[in-house]
Structure formats: C-alpha cells, structure tokens
Antibody, heavy 120, light 110 residues
Framework: QVQLVESGGGVVQPGQSLRLSCAASGFSFSDYAIHWVRQAPGKGLEWVAV????????YFGDSVKGRFTISRDNSKNTLYLQMNSLRPDDTGVYYCARPITTGGFDFEFWGQGTLVSVSS | QSALTQPPSASGSPGQSVTISCTGTSSDVGGHNYVSWYQQHPGKAPKLIIY???KRPSGAPTRFSGSKSGNTASLTVSGLLAEDEADYYC??????????FGGGTKLTVL
C-alpha cells in the first residue's frame, strides 16, 4: 500500500535551517509529482511546494519562495524540503502528499506529518 | 494568492444533509475544474473525499458529493453520521502550478 513517511522536524531558532525528508513506498515514486503542504497549529492547510516527477520543475507558494527548496532522489524514493531563513510563522506540521494523477494537485495520499517549531 | 473563503462552522443533525460552500475567484475555482475537498479529524492527516469538483476517490462514502457554480464550489454531506464531525477544507488549482486552500469549516453533528 502507498506510504509516505516524513521526518526531520524539530525545534529551531528564527533564521536557522532545517531539512525535511519524505520516504515513499508502495507506488512508482518516479512517476508522480509530489507536494508539501503545511498546517500551522490550530490553523488551516497551506500548499507549500511541488516537484515534478523527474525533479526538473519546482514551484512554491508565495510565503516560502526564495527561502525553501524542494528536491527528490528517485533512486531512494525520497522527497526533501530544505527550509532556510526560518521564521516563527513557518511553525506547523509539514505533510508530503501524492496526487491521484501523476501530475495533479488533488492529494490522495498523505504522510503522518512532521512538526517544525520555530521559536527563540 | 488569497485563501478560498469557507464558513467557519456548519452543523446538522444525524440523517440530515448539510452543504459547505467554498468561494474563490475566476483565477481559481471559477477558472478550473480542479476543486478538491478534504476531511480532517483532530490529530490526523487530511483525507481526500472529492476531487475534480464531483469525483469521489476510491473508498470515499457516496454520501459526500461536490458541485460548482461560477466561483463557488460546494460540498454536500447527505445522511449525516456522527463520524462526519470533522474539519473540511476545499482547495483549487490556481494556475501557474499553484494550489490554494480554503480556511476550513468545522462541521458539528448535533
């Protein structure tokens, strides 16, 4: 069955960096675009970024553009989110999500999430 | 990119139907037939229940249905069950390889 497992979350100070990972299994990882979606404590969902199946195309939400980068290693079935210049409003649970269709934006499968806390 | 507008709360009694709206613009909801709805229980990851406005993914109960008119999409839950009490989020493709979510609606089953 499809599984997505995030890791790498933790507590960091403002301005610091963190790298999240998402290990995928149960499907052909290299066929699918994969997304990051986050949720601040007690708040709604926010789309963060997407990377194409081959890693060539990457798109970001306005609030993280220029600070976050997304990458993938298809040989390891793993997705990454490099987060730099972190701010308190980046605090939240970060989910990786796989769409129903290979390049879609409708998220059929989600990981359990990893918590990022940015605080001084 | 502004979030889509959802009512903060909705409620209904068991067996009743309830509809949740999701209002965007011609750049997102109105311009694309790629509206999705997610159900989220406390402490859990969201679950896709509607995609491409009206389609249900495998395993999603048939009591969930979606529609769209102009810049507003709607989710209808028919025959409410206690287990339907959750937060519901809409989302829409917003062009230029971006997605936008609504602020969420807390559904209470009375």
């Amino acid at each position: 069955q499809v599984q997505l497992v995030e890791s790498g979350g933790g507590v960091v100070q403002p301005g610091q960096s963190l790298r999240l990972s998402c290990a995928a299994s149960g499907f052909s990882f290299s066929d699918y675009a994969i997304h990051w979606v986050r949720q601040a404590p007690g708040k709604g969902l926010e789309w963060v970024a997407v990377i194409s199946f081959n890693g060539r195309n990457k798109y970001f939400g306005d609030s993280v553009k220029g600070r976050f980068t997304i990458s993938r290693d298809n040989s390891k079935n793993t997705l990454y989110l490099q987060m730099n210049s972190l701010r308190p409003d980046d605090t939240g649970v970060y989910y990786c999500a796989r769409p129903i269709t290979t390049g879609g934006f409708d998220f059929e499968f989600w990981g359990q999430g990893t918590l990022v806390s940015v605080s001084s | 990119q502004s979030a889509l507008t959802q009512p903060p709360s909705a409620s209904g009694s068991p067996g009743q139907s309830v509809t949740i709206s999701c209002t965007g613009t011609s750049s997102d909801v109105g311009g694309h037939n790629y509206v999705s709805w997610y159900q989220q229980h406390p402490g859990k990851a969201p679950k896709l229940i509607i995609y491409e406005v009206t389609k249900r993914p495998s395993g999603a109960p048939t009591r969930f249905s979606g529609s769209k008119s102009g810049n507003t999409a709607s989710l209808t839950v028919s025959g409410l069950l206690a287990e339907d009490e959750a937060d519901y989020y809409c989302s829409s493709y917003a062009g230029n390889n971006r997605e936008v979510f609504g602020g969420g609606t807390k559904l209470t089953v009375l």
